[in-house]
């Protein structure tokens, strides 16, 4: 079993950063991928970033790229996102997961095993 705990979420100014974290504890950390999705009120879950434990590839949504980083830190067995030039579009509640997606599945929800409780982040315009 993995166990999963977001924090870090908030409000934040349009334009402005905010740092989340995903504590990870259970099974060995680093054999698995590790991934954020995002789900705004009445939208579906997307997918927002993803990094492989092994060798950190890192995958994007493009409504992301180049805004906001995905990390890790293997001795803590901790993911960051962080999130800059944020905008209001970005209000959703985060999501952190981990499983073991197919390299060419990274952005699919649905190849990920275990998820957190999420955290709200809210962007001000």
Sequence with gaps: QVQLVESGGGLVQAGGSLRLS???SGRPFSSYAMG???QAPGKEREFVAAI??????KYYADSVKDRFT???????NTVYLQMNSA???DTAVYYC?????????????GEYDYW???TQVTVSS
Aim: with cysteine; net charge positive; aromatic share 8%.
């Design 22 to 24: 995903c504590a990870a």
């Design 36 to 38: 954020w999705f995002r």
């Design 52 to 57: 492989r434990r092994s060798g950190g590839s």
């Design 70 to 76: 995905i990390s890790g830190d293997n001795a803590k």
């Design 87 to 89: 905008k209001p579009e």
């Design 97 to 109: 997961a981990a499983g073991s997606p197919g390299l060419f599945s990274m952005n699919r929800g």
């Design 116 to 118: 957190g409780q999420g």
